[in-house]
C-alpha cells in the first residue's frame, strides 16, 4: 500500500486528474474516449489504437475490421482486447473481429544476441489454452509459430482489413516474422494500421536498442520494403486532456503508400479563414 500511494503521489500529473481518475475507477462514470486519456481502463494503448483504427474503418467506409494481439501469454491482454473491441464497436457502430497469436507453450528459444537472450528464454509465459479459451467471448486464438500462422492469415480471404496490432512477442526473431502481416495485399489491411510495440522502451537493464529486439525488427522491415513503413507517432502525450504515459512512445502506424485508400482525403477541416479583426485598442489575445 505503501508503495502504490508513493508511486500515485510521485505521478507528474495534476491531482484533479488523478482523483478523477481514482473516481471513475471506482464509480464508472466517464465516457470511454475519457477512459483512455485518463487510464482508468486496463491496456488503454489498446483501446487507443483500437477506436483511432476504428473510425478510420468508418470513414473508409468499413463495416467490420480486424484487430490482433501477437504474444498472448496467459491472456490478460487478449481479454482486454476483446473487452475494448466490444466499447469501440459501441462507439462506432464498426464490428471488430480479434485474434490471438501464440505457440500456447511459451517463447521458443532465443536465436541469437538479437532476441535478447538476458531478458528471454525458451519457456518463459506459458499458456493455459483451456483456461483462455473459457474466459474469451470472441477472439480466436491463432495457434503456432507465427512464421507459420501470420502468412496463412493473410491468405484468408473472409477477413475483414486489419486496422490494430499490439506487438508482445519479445524477440527480434517473433516481430520480424509477424511483421509479414504488413507484406499482406492492400485489401487484408487498412491504409494506415494502428500499431503497439510493447518491448521497445523499459530501465537500463532491458536496454532495448536498435541493434537488437523489437527495435531492429522495425528497421529492418523499414529497410527492407520501400511502399510500405513503421513510424512512431509522435507528440501523443501532449496531444489532449490526458494524463501522459509510457504508451504515447509505444504507438506506431503502419503506412502502407501503395494502398489504394492511402491518399483518400478525411479532413473536416477545409477552410482556415481570417478571424475577424479586434476592435481597436482592444487586447491581442489568442483565439
Ligand atoms: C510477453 S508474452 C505476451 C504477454 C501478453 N501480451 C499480455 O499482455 O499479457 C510474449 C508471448 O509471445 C509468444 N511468442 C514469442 N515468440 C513467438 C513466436 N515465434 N510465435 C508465436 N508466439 C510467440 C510467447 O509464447 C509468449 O506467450
Known sequence: ??????????????????????????????????KLNLGSLPYPEYGYGLLNAALLAKRLGHARMAAIEFGVAGGNGLVALERHAVRVARETGVGIAVFGFDTGTGMPPPCDHRDMPYRWQGG????????????LRSAELVIGEVG??????????????????????DYWSSTRAALQ?????????LPRV??????????????HNEFAGVR??????NDAHAMRKLAQVRGLRFYGPRIPRLWH?????????????????LNDITEMPLTAA??????????
Open 1 to 34: 500500500m505503501p508503495g502504490r500511494l508513493l508511486r500515485v503521489l510521485s505521478e507528474p500529473v495534476p491531482l484533479r486528474f488523478l482523483l478523477l481518475r481514482a473516481l471513475d475507477r471506482r464509480f464508472d462514470f466517464l465516457g470511454y474516449r475519457w
Open 124 to 135: 518463459y509465459y506459458r499458456m493455459d489454452p483451456e483456461r483462455l479459451r473459457a474466459r
Open 148 to 169: 507459420h500462422t501470420v502468412p496463412a492469415f493473410c491468405r484468408r480471404a473472409e477477413l475483414p482489413p486489419v486496422g490494430f496490432a499490439a506487438f508482445d512477442l
Open 181 to 189: 502481416l504488413f507484406e499482406a495485399p492492400a485489401a487484408r489491411l
Open 194 to 207: 494502428a500499431c503497439y510495440f510493447d518491448d521497445i522502451v523499459g530501465d537500463l537493464e532491458s536496454a
Open 216 to 221: 531492429l525488427a522495425i528497421a529492418e522491415f
Open 249 to 265: 512512445e509505444q504507438i506506431f502506424v503502419a503506412h502502407l503508400f501503395d494502398h489504394p485508400d492511402y491518399g483518400r482525403p
Open 278 to 287: 479586434p476592435a481597436p485598442g482592444a487586447v491581442w489575445t489568442r483565439v
